[in-house]
């Protein structure tokens, strides 16, 4: 492992020598969540004998998990006040670049408390920044999909208003999104035209000189943490684990070879959701048609509101508020890509079938309260483009998911009664082959 990291720092001198800095000037730390992880960084440089005076690498903490999130502040106070980093920060131009996590922090505390959790620290980054004069750069780690931070991303930006700094836009494209939205040179055009539009229109027609107010931000956080504690309670289902395994194509994400990194994290063939990562985890839950990391907990976050009497405060909020708005518009097209049906007749399993009716509940709470909150009668009917663009990917996505359920459904029932079947590997090669096609046909569909 540390020859790997010696020889990754060795390869960034190398590429600037023959590409200048801008050939490889950044060391992203993943799951950053302490100050000792980011000087450790810089001591591996001068180690690798960098010298200080011309250490042209801008080191960049990405905060992932919710606790991160929520500390990321306090680890930037900290570091700014460290007068070897301070120096460091000053031969760089006093810019910082700070990268947020929104697929880890999705899988971490679901929907919800995730986006809230980066627009706080957005929020708090953004005001220590300014206090110790540093320029903070957010280099956002979004996926295709509104659980991973895609969805309407250009109206995500659009919505930030003054209080959080935006004087550049910079986010992952992943490579799943990379052809579909910058393959030709229409969509290309079209989609840095709306990122481009998203900066200036928050500049010159955000109407809010303060994006939320003080109580409009407790009314979120409120809200935030009971879709978490409901998610939460998910999470710590003791069949949850077994459930992602067994029902979903989970465990063949790593054959299908369609992820930028491992399925997993460490060696350990025992399945950990901590050190599951974040691309198969929210792939899982779309090949079920579930997508539990784009809706659950806010049905029962909504409902909790109504009982404590500020439904109505919430539904102010949802017609004057960008934010807020395209916070649960992005939740309502995960929840359009939804088909309980493919998998409804896991509700009477007897392992599984609680699990499913939890999640299959929460699914039907989610949409009868967003409704009532959006006036709408349908979800997405305010987006009928995009509502015929799943509808269409949809009628090419079901029967591969019907076939892979198929062979899911078989594995399982020759694991469960330890049958040494020669059909089983045939089984295996037609889960993986059918998740090729399904994440082709329904690109973004999560």
Not at 74 to 82: G, I, P
Not at 189 to 208: K, M, P, T, V
């Amino acid at each position: 492992m540390h020859t790997d990291i010696f020889a990754s720092i060795r390869a960034i001198k190398d590429i600037q020598q023959f590409n200048g800095e801008a050939g490889c000037n950044r060391y992203i730390i993943s799951q950053c969540n302490s100050v000792l992880n980011v000087m450790e960084v810089y001591g591996l440089f001068l180690l690798n004998g960098w010298q200080k005076e011309n250490m042209s690498i801008d080191i960049v903490p990405l905060f992932e998990t919710i606790d991160d999130l929520q500390k990321a502040s306090e680890v930037m106070k900290t570091l700014y006040s460290n007068e070897v980093y301070a120096a460091h920060l000053n031969r760089r131009n006093n810019s910082q670049t700070i990268m947020l996590g929104f697929s880890d922090g999705t899988k971490d505390g679901g929907y919800l408390m995730a986006n809230w959790s980066i627009y706080k620290a957005k929020e708090e980054l953004t005001a220590i920044s300014k206090l110790y004069n540093v320029e903070v750069i957010f280099f956002d780690g979004r996926g295709g999909p509104p659980s991973r931070g895609g969805g309407k991303t250009h109206k995500f930006y659009a919505s930030m208003g003054q209080n959080i700094s935006n004087e550049e836009i910079q986010l992952t494209v992943q490579g799943q999104t990379v052809s579909s939205n910058f393959g030709t040179v229409d969509a290309a055009q079209y989609n840095i035209e709306q990122l481009l539009h998203a900066g200036i229109s928050n500049d010159l027609f955000n109407s809010r000189e303060i994006t939320l107010e003080e109580e409009e931000e407790d009314l979120l956080q409120q809200l935030a943490d009971a879709s978490y504690k409901k998610y939460i309670s998910l999470k710590e289902h003791p069949y949850f684990a077994d459930y992602l395994s067994q029902v979903s194509p989970l465990k063949f994400y790593s054959q299908t070879n369609i992820g930028s990194r491992p399925a997993k994290r460490g060696g350990d063939s025992k399945l950990s959701l901590k050190d599951l990562r974040a691309i198969p985890y929210v792939g899982a839950w779309a090949q079920l048609k579930q997508n539990v990391t784009g809706y659950f907990g806010v049905g029962t976050a909504l409902m909790q509101m109504e009982k404590e009497g500020k439904f109505q405060q919430l539904k102010t909020l949802y017609h004057s508020s960008l934010f807020f708005k395209t916070l649960l518009d992005n939740s309502e097209m995960a929840m359009k890509k939804c088909f309980f049906p493919l998998t409804e007749f896991l509700s009477k399993d007897e392992k599984y079938g609680e699990i499913w009716n939890i999640i299959h509940a929460e699914y039907i709470l989610t949409r009868q309260y967003m409704l009532k909150l959006s006036d709408k009668t349908d979800l997405m009917s305010d987006y009928p483009v995009e509502q015929l663009s799943i509808n269409m990917r949809e009628r090419i996505v079901l029967p591969l998911l019907t076939i892979q359920q198929f062979a899911i459904g078989n594995i399982r029932e020759i694991e469960d009664n330890l049958v040494n079947s020669p059909l089983k590997p045939t089984f295996e090669k037609l889960v993986v082959r059918s998740s090729f096609g399904i994440i082709n046909a329904g690109r973004n569909s999560a």
